[in-house]
């Protein structure tokens, strides 16, 4: 098919191509009501005049933690005032007072300005709003273990858990989400005086759960018969084998893409075997075309550093000979690498306050060297 063709074939095997993005909400949220029960359980007090119970939930990547607590909070909020769900972002979110306006926004529908208002005043008027209405709230901090980076979990954790003490009769809770179990520990160590949390777990999924939500995309995305079974078991096997969900989600979408580009009506084989070999390199090099020029420095001197036990602090030293930047800026651009999926960072437990962080690229050196070639700095 020539180019014209492809951009004129106005067929398509995609009835909602949406579902597929990243931030789709699934109406069907299938293999986790027991986790779903245990959240009905934590907020039921709050819906009856109680305090939510705290609660920390664990499991891996693409495990549906951000989903099952936004559906919660929507099922809460949909059967009840008298609960203010609130969900912040920490990977985004990490000051007190960032934390705060997020509530503040969630409460009063819009942000508090940016300057010259105190601290005190936005959390004095989110209590005092909680209190003269007789409402509880829950707030799901969601990637907690940022907030651990620069130690601002114990205040923040402080500030909503205690809040009854100045403000009479408010009742707070909290739940917190953690993706790498290492951070369990850093928790307790952290909080553990004010937080006594629940546990919810969520383990990774098995094909059979994987190849069940992979379907039920299917449906909702594609038109009928656009898949085989066989093919998708397929995609369901290659995404349990890597341990993430979001990969076969994204298979789908890709293996799509080539079949509409090949003016197939149905996905083959070969149209999956050609994602497979694309989705990396190509959602790679998207993800880091959209970085800052100072992002793409930062990644390429990980690269070029190419050491296996890359301390940050010895990071900022290389990096901060080539651009004039300050350590947070510093460190704020690793936790952006790392939110895009681009590094993985693990505290050591050493250094000068004990939280110097090991960086690890998630890629094979080379194959992002290659891919710099074909990208402006
Ligand atoms: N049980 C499920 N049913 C349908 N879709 C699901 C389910 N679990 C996860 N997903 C889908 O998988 C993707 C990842 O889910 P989600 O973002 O909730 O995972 P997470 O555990 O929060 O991951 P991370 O730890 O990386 O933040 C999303 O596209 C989501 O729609
Ligand atoms: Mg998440």
Redesign the pocket.
């Known amino acids: 098919m020539g180019i014209d063709d492809i951009l004129l074939f106005d067929e398509t095997i995609f009835k909602n191509i949406d579902v597929f ?6 109406e ?5 009501e027991s986790q779903m029960e245990a959240f009905a359980m934590c907020l039921r007090p709050a819906l009856r005049g109680g305090s939510p119970i705290n609660t920390v939930v664990l ?12 559906k919660i909070f929507s099922m809460v909020e949909g059967n009840s005032d008298k609960v203010v769900c609130v969900y912040v972002n920490c990977q985004l979110h990490t000051t007190r007072f960032n934390i705060f306006s997020q509530i503040y926004n969630k409460i009063f529908g819009h942000m508090p300005p940016e300057t010259g208002v105190p601290f005190s005043r936005i959390y004095g008027s989110i209590m005092n709003y909680l209190q003269s209405e007789k409402k509880s709230m829950v707030v799901a901090l ?2 907690v273990s940022y907030l651990f980076y620069i130690k601002n979990a114990n205040k923040i954790f402080y500030d909503i858990l205690r809040a009854h003490e100045e403000f009479k009769g408010v009742r707070t809770g909290i739940f917190a ?1 953690l ?1 790498d179990i290492e951070f369990r520990y850093m928790l307790d160590q952290n909080v553990s005086s004010i937080f006594i949390p629940q546990e919810v777990i ?1 383990e990774p ?1 098995t094909i059979q ?1 994987m190849f069940d ?1 992979l379907n ?2 299917t449906k909702v995305g594609f038109y009928p018969d656009v898949i085989s079974d066989s093919l998708l078991c397929q995609i369901a096997e290659y995404a349990s084998s890597v341990g993430d ?2 990969i076969g ?1 994204d298979l789908l979408r890709v293996s799509g893409n080539f079949a509409e580009a090949d003016a197939s009506k149905t996905i083959e084989k070969k149209h999956l075997l050609d994602a497979l070999q694309n989705t990396d390199s190509t959602s790679l090099k998207s993800t880091i075309e959209t970085l800052s020029t100072n992002e793409k420095i930062l990644l390429k001197t990980i690269i070029e550093l190419d050491a296996d036990d890359l301390i940050a602090g010895d990071l900022y030293k290389s990096f901060s000979k080539n651009t004039s930047t300050s350590y947070g800026s510093f460190d704020r651009m690793l936790n952006k690498l790392e939110f895009l ?1 681009l590094i993985d960072t693990k505290f050591t437990g050493k250094g000068v306050k004990g939280n110097s962080r090991i960086i690890i690229l998630r890629f094979n050196n080379e194959e992002i060297l290659k891919l710099f070639e074909h990208i402006r700095i």
């Open positions: 993005n990243p931030d789709y909400v699934p069907n949220y299938l293999h986790r499991g891996s990547p693409a495990t549906g933690k951000t989903t099952a607590i936004n969601d990637d989400i993706s969520f999924y759960e939500i039920d995309r969900l979001r989600i999926r």
